[in-house]
């Protein structure tokens, strides 16, 4: 009895002690940020955003920041939903800048959400080539800070000459079974890109790219989905297709695969951090892997419109494009010609160009077929 | 007849914060939005009819799909239930250090989180995992894949619901008198006997409750088949999400929620049926 | 060696005793490998295949898990949420299992049947309702919403464990009570408890395990603004290397492992199948 007692009086001494905390705990006021950052994207552009391009801000112009990260795009339409909702309120919205998908900021173009970003309030636009698939797809709201593309990673130790295009790839796969995969393109973006570039292979990417929706032309996305599944009995264990970036990355490491579809900017920094041996290089291929998947846009009723603006030009300079990459091995938002020439040197090989991703619709329905058609036994 | 009048009124009354808790965001949500998906429009209208799952049914991967989650669901919670009763029989009739030790051990993955399980298994499973790693050492290679298929979710859901079955097959067996066992000795039974004739059916309550809420927790179980199954064919679980947030068609992940809870539904019913207590008075 | 026990039908002594000893040992590598498969990838410099032991031992996977702000707000969120949601549901359920227990009135079995929906009918299916509904209540994305979703998948531990324990207690003990003059409460509050007390904490444990490991309901209601450890442990698991994910699961376990320890005892007494017992 005694014991249970003395159970009981700790736990209940715990439980209090815990309310209080929580009760007081609560995410304290303090100062009140100048420009709140919404960011999608992996944990590599979160970090690069903590630990560099804010302090950097900061310390540059005194201004508090504050992001909000949100994991992989996760929430992305509860975000755009939120911005549209305090638009129809009337009100002001606390997103300042919101990095997405350039095919978000297109669907939040339908609701003139957004600020038009001219060289009148944002002077570095000029340093940006509006010709880029990101401009272009986010209906000219979106601007691109960084570029960071699909790329191949092969391991030197087996691999000695990596294939230049697309078809040499799928010889490769066919002449080495068991030893190339691509995630599961509903996990991660390096595994869709294998996808949306076997779609384009048959159609033309710009068709699929812009807001226009037309669920009749998928039907000309069938031999790139038969074409993908021919390739099961030589993927990795008969068809094994892994669940996000990371876990690529590991098999890789492991040398269970010897050659994979992967994002610029993780299989760099996971090369030199010695999660994947040395061995690892990165080749892009013709036509070229998708990317351009981030662009920057600011709300027209953000409550510190002004301040979002100073930040995205800011993000614009020299100094912190060359943190940007430095850090995640791709390319810079502005053009090569204004950046630092041992940088330009440093990327040359792997920051050529990209294929733009299919509008957000188009991407759901490729996601299902694949399911259904390519991961899925006989149809 | 009882008659239930102010002892009626005053336990309505203390049942009811929790139960519109239940009703808000649960029952009336399930609700209306399983009405949601009896609502097909067809020429211009919108009626109400089944149409909608019989387009489902007839796509094969959702097919599939509920063919596979029965499949690992019953073979899961069959697994558990097959480990857990030998070893509740043991922890109940045994004394000693290795009793002691078992006693330990079975509840371990209670309190384990279930992604963290799901997590160590696939370092312990996978490819070249740590099993692989172990077996090579003494030579043994070329392992069937234990991991991102069907093997791994079973593998870690009876991992996971190891306690709870034990747990609720050896406090069925406590109930159960020594005497009886011992008369049962008496008149000349063998253990195997005892078992069949005395111990199983007084235990009956314990293997209903256990056998229904496994299965009815593997069905639904979300994590350890996200991050330990494989990539076709998947348990409904993922398919509902992946309809949800990848293909954005919202309709067709609550059919599927919808489905999953009347097969559960049904598993509970049996549940009721076999459980339901006479009132001591 | 086997001192005092029902032992006689599994006869064969030695035999058997072999037999058991090897089903020890089986399931301990079933249970303990994958884990200490975990806590090993926690301290892994560098581990390639085929080696046995990490090639490198290193804490630095700690200091990057320490060092993320995310990770790190993350398990300030489950310390806040946890016990809060677990004191609610004690708040809310236990009058009413008690009630369960002991009134009679109309549908009472239906009703406590009904707690069962809120684990059985899976959360994604209610994503948009729920979402609707927070919305409009203001509740999305704040901590009395995740509070309040956590909360719901405690009711059916929180009712039907008390309400079971409450049953077993024979009535004539309170109707004693009560003929000497002790009013309701009191009579709860000095008789009823304290012999419930066992029962109560096995189902205040479960609740609070079943708040502390949710995850669906809060990536939907707390995202992402509002993380949990369990929501950052797949976030983790799926994009940061190996040894980040062993890492945060040993510090996602700490909590519960601490309750194991104090719990022991308590789960064998039988008190967690009285509940199921309806």
């Known amino acids: 009895m005694t014991r249970f007692r003395m159970t009981v009086g700790w736990t209940t001494l715990l439980a209090v002690v815990a309310l209080v905390v929580s009760l007081t705990g609560q995410p304290a006021r303090g100062q009140a940020p100048g420009v709140v950052l919404y960011i999608s994207g992996d944990t590599n552009i979160q970090e690069m955003f903590e630990k560099q391009l804010l302090p950097m801000y900061e310390k540059d112009t005194g201004m508090k920041t504050k992001m909000v990260f949100l994991e992989h795009g996760q929430g992305a339409a509860g975000i755009l939903a939120k911005i549209i909702a305090a638009k129809r309120a009337n009100t002001t919205t606390d997103v300042d800048l919101y990095e997405t998908q350039p095919t978000f900021i297109a669907q939040g173009a339908q609701d003139s959400i957004w600020t038009k970003l001219t060289k009148d309030n944002l002077t570095n636009i000029a340093k940006v080539d509006l010709q880029r698939p990101e401009v272009l797809v986010s209906a000219g709201f979106g601007i691109p800070y960084r570029g960071s593309s699909v790329v191949l990673a092969y391991n030197t130790k087996f691999v000695k000459e990596p294939p230049k295009t697309y078809d040499q790839l799928l010889e490769w796969i066919k002449k080495n079974p068991g030893k190339f995969t691509y995630c599961d393109p509903q996990t991660c973006g390096s595994g869709a890109a294998m996808l949306y570039t076997a779609i384009y292979k048959f159609v033309k990417a710009e068709d699929y790219s812009q807001l226009a929706f037309d669920a009749s032309k998928e039907t000309a996305w069938e031999p790139a989905l038969q074409l993908l599944r021919s390739l099961k009995p030589a993927i990795y264990n008969n068809g094994f297709y892994p669940n996000g970036n990371v876990a690529v990355l590991q098999l890789l490491g492991r040398e269970n695969i010897w050659m994979a579809p992967v994002w610029s900017d993780q299989g760099v920094s996971q090369r030199d951090q010695g999660l994947i041996p040395k061995t690892i290089q990165f080749t892009q291929i013709t036509p070229a892997f998708t990317g351009g998947d981030s662009a920057m846009a600011i709300p027209a009723h953000a409550e510190h419109q002004a301040a979002g603006l100073q930040f995205l030009n800011w993000l614009l300079t020299t100094k912190p494009q060359t943190v940007v990459v430095n850090t995640l091995a791709g390319y810079p938002g502005i053009q090569w010609k204004f950046m630092p020439k041992d940088v330009r040197d440093k990327f040359a090989g792997i920051a050529g160009n990209f294929s733009p991703l299919p509008n957000a619709r188009y991407q759901a329905d490729a996601k299902r077929l694949w399911q259904e058609k390519v991961a899925g036994s006989a149809q | ?281 | 060696m086997t001192g005092g026990s029902v032992f006689w039908f599994l006869s064969v002594g030695a035999f058997r005793r072999g037999l058991a000893i090897l089903f020890l040992v089986g399931l301990a590598v079933f249970i303990l490998g994958p884990l200490l498969s975990l806590v090993l990838w926690a301290f892994a410099g560098q581990w390639f295949y085929p080696a046995l032991l990490p090639q490198e031992f290193s804490l630095k996977w700690w200091t990057v898990v320490f060092g993320n702000r995310g990770v790190m707000e993350s398990i300030k969120y489950s310390l806040m949420t946890a016990p809060t949601v677990t004191a609610l549901s004690i708040i809310i359920c236990l009058p009413a299992a008690y009630a369960f227990a002991r009134f009679e009135f109309p549908g009472r079995r239906l009703l406590l049947l009904s707690f069962l929906s809120a684990n059985s009918f899976p959360k994604i299916g209610l994503y948009i309702s729920i979402a609707t509904l927070f919305y409009r209540m203001n509740l999305m994305t704040t901590f009395w919403g995740v509070v309040l979703i956590q909360l719901v998948g405690t009711l059916l531990f929180m009712i039907w464990i008390p309400t079971g324990t409450f049953r077993g207690i024979n009535r004539s003990l309170e109707e004693a009570a009560r003929d000497v003059g002790a009013s309701g409460l009191r009579t709860f509050l000095q008789i009823t408890l304290p012999i419930a007390m066992p029962g109560l904490l096995v189902a205040t444990l479960f609740a609070f395990l079943a708040a502390f490991d949710e995850a669906q309901g809060t990536l939907i209601v707390g995202s992402p603004n509002f993380i949990t450890m369990p929501v950052m442990m797949y976030t983790l698991v799926l994009n940061y290397p190996q040894p980040v994910g062993a890492v945060f699961s040993i510090l996602l376990t700490l909590p519960s492992l601490v309750l194991l320890l104090l719990a022991q005892r308590l789960l064998r007494q039988g008190y967690l199948a009285a509940g199921y017992a309806l």
């Open chain 2, 1 to 281: 007849m009882k008659s239930f009048g102010r002892e009626g009124a005053a336990g309505i009354l203390l049942v009811l914060p929790p139960l519109l808790l239940l009703a808000l965001l649960i029952l009336y949500p399930a609700a209306e939005a399983v009405l949601g998906t009896l609502r097909v429009e067809r020429a211009g209208h919108v009626i109400y009819s089944l149409d909608r799952y019989r387009d489902m049914l007839q796509t094969v991967s959702l097919r599939r799909s509920v063919g596979f989650t029965l499949m690992v669901t019953v073979i899961s919670a069959g697994a558990t239930f097959l480990l857990a009763y030998p070893l509740a029989l043991y922890l109940r009739f045994t004394r000693g250090w290795v009793s002691s030790a078992l006693m330990a051990l079975f509840i371990v993955p209670l309190f384990i989180p279930v992604v963290i399980a799901s997590f160590a298994m696939v370092t312990f499973l996978e490819n070249h995992g740590y099993v692989e790693t172990l077996l090579h050492y003494v030579g043994i290679e070329g392992l069937p894949p234990l991991m991102f298929n069907a093997v791994g979710i079973v593998l870690t859901e009876v991992w996971a619901s190891i306690p709870f079955a034990t747990l609720v097959l050896l406090a069925g067996l406590q109930a159960i008198d020594d005497s009886l066992i011992d008369s049962a000795r008496d008149v000349g039974a063998g253990p195997l006997r005892t078992f069949v004739s005395v111990i199983l059916p007084l235990n009956t309550v314990a293997t209903i409750i256990s056998l229904s809420f496994l299965f009815i927790g593997i069905l639904g179980s979300f994590t350890i088949p996200y991050l330990v199954g494989g990539n076709a064919p998947q348990m409904m679980s993922v398919v509902m999400t992946n309809y949800f947030t990848n293909y954005l068609r919202p309709e067709i992940s609550v059919a599927l929620a919808a489905i999953s809870f009347v097969i559960a539904a049904l598993a509970g019913a049996a549940y009721v049926m076999g459980v339901a207590r006479r009132e001591t008075a």
